[in-house]
C-alpha cells in the first residue's frame, strides 16, 4: 500500500482491479496521467496520490459524475486526505491540532474516526483528535469535519467541509 496518498476511494468488495481502472481513466481526463493508484489490503479501499488538488479532483469529479454518470460505476466514495501519518495517538492528536487552523473561529466541527485493523477504540481516536481543537463541537450540523481514517499502521488526516467528500450513491439519488 501507499505510504503517501492523498485520496481514499472505496467500491464494492472484488471490484478493487476494475475500480482502480476507473480511478486512473477519471483522473487522467482530469490531466493526471502519472497518479500512483493502489489497493490497500482492506476490502474495498484503495489509495491514491494524485499530483492534482485532491479537493479540486472532488469538484471535478462531481461535474464529470453530473454530466456522465455512466462513468461511475466501480467507485463508490471519494474523500481527500491533506496528511497521512503513523497511526499512533498523539501523532493523530499533533496532526489534528496543526490542520485545526483551517477551522474558523466562529465555525463548529465534529471529530468522524473510521478505523481498520486498529487495536485503538473509535472513542480513544475521537478524543485523541478532538484534545487541542479549541472550537465549539455540533455533531449534528458542523461547519468542518476533522476526518480521521485509520489504515492498519497509517493513518489519513484531513479537516474537511462536509461537501468535500463525493458520495456517488448520494449524489446519483439527487438526480
Known amino acids: 500500500m501507499l505510504e503517501d496518498f492523498n485520496l481514499l476511494i472505496s ?24 497518479a500512483v493508484i493502489d489497493r490497500t489490503g482492506l476490502i474495498g479501499l484503495i489509495v491514491v496520490k494524485t499530483n492534482l488538488d ?29 496528511k497521512v501519518i503513523p497511526t499512533d495517538l498523539n501523532i493523530i492528536r499533533k496532526t489534528a491540532e496543526e ?18 485493523r486498529s487495536e485503538f477504540h473509535t472513542a480513544s481516536i475521537v478524543e485523541a483528535t478532538a484534545a487541542d ?9 458542523p461547519d468542518k469535519i476533522v476526518l480521521v481514517e485509520v489504515l492498519g499502521k497509517l493513518t ?10 463525493l458520495s456517488i450513491t448520494k449524489e446519483k439519488a439527487l438526480f
Request: charge should be positive; charged fraction near 35%.
Open 99 to 116: 490542520l485545526s487552523l483551517k477551522i474558523g473561529a466562529d465555525e463548529k466541527f465534529r471529530v468522524t474516526a473510521e478505523k481498520r
Open 133 to 141: 481543537v479549541d472550537r465549539k463541537v455540533d455533531l449534528k450540523n
Open 11 to 34: 467500491t464494492h468488495r472484488g471490484c478493487e482491479e476494475t475500480a482502480c481502472s476507473e480511478i486512473w481513466n477519471l483522473l487522467s481526463e482530469m490531466g493526471d496521467k502519472a
Open 54 to 82: 485532491p479537493f479540486e479532483v472532488i469538484q471535478k469529479l462531481r461535474a464529470i459524475l453530473a454530466e456522465r454518470p455512466q462513468e461511475f460505476r466501480y467507485t463508490l466514495k471519494f474523500t481527500p486526505i491533506e
Open 156 to 165: 489519513g488526516v484531513s479537516v474537511l467541509k462536509p461537501n468535500d467528500i
